[in-house]
């Protein structure tokens, strides 16, 4: 293994320029946990006695080549590529992590990213027993985070157009390229036996982490979210068995992730069952946390009938009170207003599509229902299973007088025709989809596994 009796000048360089890096470039200082990661054998030295002198030392790049390194470490498995590490760690620290330019910064970035290609290949090495390194997870994981936050200052000094590989969107793209390589190694299947033969290091307890990176730097990444769908064992199984090794906010954010994605797909279902997956796993003393999953939860939930109370949009100063009163009081011209008074704000959030496309329908069957409760309160003994359209014309000219909306003066019966064929459309496919489900859940064919031996 890499571990050897002289710990670690190799990973206190490393440690050092990312905090240099974050003084410079005003990104979070990093913490990386040494743990049994020691690596560098080096005359004189105690272990936690190095710093990042040796790399500011003024060195020749052949000293710095792996071919260089390989004769000064100890004899260990993988040793090669720990050279190569380390010759890609010194040639980034030797390049001062400068910010000053656009050049420089992506000089910067370029240097960083070959420190995580190599011990991306290191990470990714493995042998009879599986993955041979899983005890570097923090420090991959910390990598990963530094270079999140190097890329954004390189892309946004960046001045190069869209198609050049140094442009702002050729800086996100490897970024998160590198990035998804980790996330293959920290996703890879594994048989319930290797999962279970895992100490306390395994690479798949970061997955969970690395896939939340990933879904900040492109928050509708829809294959993403496949790969935690189709995981072997199941993220079920995996975290019944190796929870405790993996922090229950990481496994909430990506909870919150899913059911985001789900409102910018329109899929109101799925948003919900993830949104309230994420809340019941958030901290309570996590108000940020908590005030981001009911921005999204909160119009989801309205849409499928769901109220909140006052006192929770009180509590996390959330902007909907408006939009529940009118969507209760059927008042269309109103929640016109509101999407539109909010658009910029709801945008932000992948909401404005939702409640556009979706809210408004909804509105129109609660503008339709009132009418017709008024409208049996009136008239008592009209008949329960029908009434004329004329009740739902009356009603929606009523509520459109006087507003300056298109629909003001000029509401016909074809009108109302139309909103009335949507709402029964709407109806039809829920109702389709609730069939298909009972049907699939009662089929007469049995599957494979439990037919009996003919």
């Known amino acids: 293994m890499l571990t050897s009796p002289f710990a670690i000048s190799s990973i206190h360089i490393l440690s050092s320029s990312l905090n240099r890096h974050a003084q410079h470039g005003g990104v979070d200082k990093p913490t990386i946990d040494i743990g049994r990661s020691?690596?560098?054998?080096?005359?004189?030295?105690?272990?936690?006695?190095?710093?990042?002198?040796?790399?500011?030392?003024?060195?020749?790049?052949?000293?710095?080549?792996?071919?260089?390194?390989a004769p000064l470490l100890v004899p260990c498995e993988g040793k090669d590529g720990l050279a190569r590490f380390l010759s890609a760690l010194f040639a980034y620290v030797k390049t001062g992590a400068g910010v000053n330019n656009a050049d420089e910064a992506y000089g910067t970035f370029k240097a960083f990213l070959a420190v995580h290609v190599e011990l991306q290949k290191l990470y990714g090495t493995s042998d009879a027993q599986g993955y041979a390194f899983p005890f570097l997870n923090q420090l991959i994981l910390a990598i990963c985070r530094t270079l999140v936050s190097i890329s954004h200052v390189a892309a946004n000094a960046s001045t190069k157009p869209i198609r050049d590989h140094a442009s702002p969107r050729g800086i996100k793209d490897a970024t998160r390229q590198a990035i998804e390589k980790t996330m293959q190694v920290s996703s890879a299947h594994m048989d319930s036996a290797e999962w279970g033969r895992q100490g306390q290091d395994g690479v798949g307890d970061i997955m969970w982490a690395v896939g939340n990176i990933l879904w900040r730097l492109y928050a509708q990444a829809t294959e993403l979210s496949k790969t935690f769908g189709s995981l072997q064992p199941s993220e079920k199984a995996r975290l019944e068995s190796r929870g405790y090794m993996i922090p229950r906010t990481d496994v909430a954010e990506t909870y919150y992730w899913r059911g985001r994605l789900g409102v910018v797909l329109l899929d109101m279902r799925g948003a919900k069952w993830w949104l309230d997956k994420a809340w019941a796993m958030c901290p309570e003393n996590a108000w940020q946390q908590r005030r981001a999953i009911l921005i999204r939860l909160v119009p989801v939930n309205l849409l499928l009938g769901y109220l909140p109370s006052p006192a929770l949009l009180q509590q996390y100063d959330l902007p909907y009170a408006p939009f529940i009163h009118a969507f209760r009081t059927g008042n269309v011209a109103a929640w016109r207003h509101l999407i539109h008074e909010h658009r910029a704000w709801l945008r932000a959030r992948s909401l404005w599509l939702l409640l556009f496309e979706r809210g408004e329908i909804l509105v129109w069957r609660n503008l339709f229902r009132k009418a017709l409760s008024i409208h049996y309160q009136l008239n008592p003994s009209a008949p329960k299973n029908r009434v004329e359209t004329q009740v739902f014309l009356s009603a929606a000219r009523a509520a459109f007088a006087g507003t300056g909306e298109v629909e003001d003066g000029v509401l016909g019966m074809p009108d109302i025709v139309c909103v009335v064929s949507s709402l029964v459309d709407q109806l039809q496919q829920a109702v389709d989809g609730k069939i298909h489900k009972v049907t699939y859940a009662t089929s007469i064919y049995p599957y494979i596994a439990d037919r009996a031996d003919e």
Do not use: H
């Open 38 to 69: 020691g690596v560098l054998a080096r005359s004189g030295s105690e272990p936690g006695a190095g710093d990042s002198t040796l790399a500011r030392a003024p060195l020749l790049d052949a000293a710095l080549r792996g071919s260089s390194i």
